[in-house]
């Protein structure tokens, strides 16, 4: 059976046969989310390559920013590509395996999401900064202009963060930041493989399957090959 999580909801009948974790989003206990792909727990730190960065809005919907490219052979180191933002509807055509917990299981994507209790205004904010991004979304670079780069400006435009990422931009630069300077008591960390389930009322909830680490079935598979590669997009 699936046990329901946390902060967000005191009681909710979840409709999750892949997954032992749903959590529910609430609008009158607002809760936005960084998703670090490829991080496998809190502890983990992944290589620069195999890890990616998305978001998750107040309504429980998953958003991030990506490279498209033209097929040259720039796009295989991030460069030359333009920026775009995939939303649910988009990442389950162009990632599913970042959407579905079956698929997150099949394709081996271990993901570690990092929950924040936010205001209304800053949750807004939040919201705002995306919407502000898919009409405007610029190009994509690995080094400075890339996914954990854009989602620190949301957090940052929604008041939560007042600097960019300290080091590099990496999805788990951006964690780490948060937990240092975000309250403890407004974070809540989950790992596994992750997906979004439409809820009846609007938004989505979260679902979570644990990560259980066997190397013949569940060794996660970031690598050139794999789910993470940036060889066509990031």
């Given at each position: 059976?699936?046990?329901?999580y946390?902060f967000?909801?005191?009681?909710y009948?979840?409709?999750?046969?892949m997954?032992?974790?749903?959590v529910?989003?609430?609008?009158s206990?607002?809760?936005?989310?960084?998703?670090?792909r490829?991080?496998l727990?809190?502890?983990?730190?992944?290589?620069?390559?195999?890890?990616?960065?998305?978001?998750?809005?107040?309504?429980g919907?998953?958003?991030?920013?990506?490279?498209?490219?033209?097929g040259?052979?720039s796009?295989?180191?991030g460069?030359?590509?333009?920026?775009v933002?995939?939303?649910?509807?988009?990442?389950?055509?162009?990632?599913?395996?970042?959407?579905?917990?079956?698929?997150?299981?099949s394709?081996r994507?271990?993901?570690t999401?990092?929950?924040?209790?936010?205001?209304?205004?800053q949750?807004?904010?939040?919201?705002?900064?995306w919407?502000?991004m898919?009409?405007?979304?610029?190009?994509?670079?690995?080094?400075?202009?890339?996914?954990?780069?854009?989602?620190?400006?949301?957090?940052?435009d929604?008041?939560?963060?007042?600097?960019g990422?300290?080091?590099?931009?990496?999805?788990?630069?951006?964690?780490?930041?948060?937990v240092?300077e975000l309250?403890?008591?407004?974070?809540?960390?989950?790992?596994?493989?992750?997906?979004?389930?439409?809820?009846p009322?609007?938004?989505?909830?979260?679902?979570?399957?644990?990560?259980i680490?066997?190397?013949?079935v569940?060794?996660?598979?970031p690598?050139?090959?794999g789910a993470?590669?940036?060889?066509?997009?990031v």
């Amino acid at each position: 059976m699936p046990t329901y999580y946390g902060f967000l909801t005191n009681s909710y009948q979840g409709r999750a046969r892949m997954a032992d974790t749903i959590v529910k989003f609430s609008s009158s206990d607002s809760c936005i989310g960084l998703i670090v792909r490829g991080k496998l727990s809190a502890q983990h730190h992944p290589g620069a390559m195999a890890q990616h960065a998305d978001v998750i809005l107040a309504d429980g919907s998953p958003v991030g920013f990506y490279g498209e490219g033209n097929g040259g052979n720039s796009n295989s180191v991030g460069l030359g590509m333009q920026g775009v933002v995939y939303d649910h509807a988009a990442l389950r055509i162009q990632r599913p395996y970042y959407i579905d917990v079956s698929s997150a299981v099949s394709n081996r994507v271990v993901s570690t999401v990092l929950l924040v209790k936010v205001t209304s205004d800053q949750a807004n904010k939040f919201a705002k900064s995306w919407a502000s991004m898919t009409t405007d979304p610029g190009n994509f670079n690995i080094l400075g202009g890339n996914c954990s780069t854009h989602a620190s400006a949301s957090f940052i435009d929604a008041g939560l963060l007042k600097r960019g990422i300290p080091g590099l931009d990496t999805p788990d630069n951006l964690y780490a930041q948060l937990v240092k300077e975000l309250p403890a008591t407004s974070l809540q960390s989950l790992s596994g493989y992750i997906g979004f389930q439409v809820e009846p009322g609007g938004g989505f909830s979260l679902a979570l399957k644990p990560y259980i680490d066997t190397v013949s079935v569940n060794r996660p598979n970031p690598g050139k090959s794999g789910a993470l590669s940036v060889k066509s997009s990031v």
